[in-house]
Structure formats: structure tokens, C-alpha cells
């Protein structure tokens, strides 16, 4: 039995949140904003993403409020930051079921270096650590693409804070 196309009339929250994230690009999307990603060729770049999709997930994005746009660049908004432990445990999960070689990506907390667990809680300080305040490293099961990337990928292969913008 073929699913309805849309669940926005739907009595469950699950139903709802996917009508905004549950398309295919759009977490993708949103994990490369968190990155630090901002303008459309970079996101275009980084994703390989068909433009006119790109143009449509952003705009929707920006209407649901999950990303602003301003001054030509796409930023995180607090319903968007919200989305963090989601990204975080999906990425989690997908580590634990299919990267043979370890963690693509390595969670840090800024402030006193301290590794992040699978919940984004803190070895050092025991804290539970916002996205802001988080450094991401290249993981051991990290496959860099080609050997001479772009400025930008080049920039996501090092460590850095998360949300913090690409230079």
C-alpha cells in the first residue's frame, strides 16, 4: 500500500517533522551548514547537488525557518541548531553499522578538549555540549575525496568548530 504524500495533516509529530527534514537532501543540507557552509556553490559543490533541487530545499528551508538567509549566505537558525543531536546520532549510527574503519568524524568539546560520547556529552567535564561550542576533527575511518581538493573541502577536512562560516 502506497504511503500519502504528505503527512502535515497527520495526528503524530514524527509525520510532521519528516514533511521538513525527511526529504532526501535536506538533512545533507543541513549537516553541511552545521560544517560551516554557507553560500550555494559551496553547498552545490560539496553535495552535488542538481542546483534547481538545491534552490528549492534552501528556499524551504529558509520558509520553515530551520535556515535565514541574509547577504547572500544561509545560517543556522535556533530551530535549525535544534537539529543537532538528530544529525549527531544518525551519524553515530551510521559509524556504527557502516564505516568499517572507524568514525568519519570525531566530536570534541572546545573548552577543555574533551571527547564527545554518541548523547554529544563531555569525557572532561561531563557536560552536555551544544553544537556551537563543539570542534569536529577528521575521524579515523576519514577517506579525504581527491588528492588536490577545494579551498572548501580542504577546510572541512581540518579540525574546527562546528557553525563556525568557512573562511
Not at 537539529?83 to 564505516?99: F, K, V
Not at 563543539?134 to 579515523?140: A, F, H, L, N, S
Request: charged share 25%; glycine share 8%; net charge negative.
Amino acid at each position: 500500500m502506497a504511503l500519502p504524500s504528505t503527512y502535515a495533516d497527520r495526528n503524530c509529530s514524527l509525520a510532521r517533522a519528516l514533511e521538513i527534514v525527511g526529504e532526501r537532501w535536506t538533512l545533507l543540507i543541513v549537516r553541511d551548514a552545521f560544517l560551516g557552509i554557507s553560500r550555494f556553490g559551496d553547498f552545490a559543490t560539496q553535495l552535488g547537488i542538481p542546483r534547481a533541487v538545491l534552490t528549492n530545499r534552501l528556499k524551504f528551508l529558509v520558509q520553515e525557518d530551520v535556515l535565514a538567509h541574509t547577504d547572500g549566505e544561509y545560517r543556522l537558525t535556533a530551530k535549525g541548531v535544534q537539529l543537532w543531536p538528530i544529525l549527531r546520532a544518525m551519524m553515530t549510527w551510521g559509524d556504527d553499522h557502516y564505516s568499517p574503519n572507524g568514525e568519519k568524524r570525531t566530536f570534541w568539546h572546545a573548552a577543555d578538549n574533551g571527547r564527545l560520547d554518541a548523547e554529544g556529552r563531555c569525557a572532561t567535564c561531563g557536560g552536555l555540549v551544544p553544537a556551537a561550542d563543539t570542534r569536529v576533527d577528521p575521524g579515523p575511518g576519514f577517506e579525504p575525496g581527491n588528492a588536490n581538493p577545494d579551498p572548501v573541502s580542504a577546510l572541512l577536512n581540518t579540525p574546527r568548530r562546528l557553525m563556525e562560516p568557512l573562511a
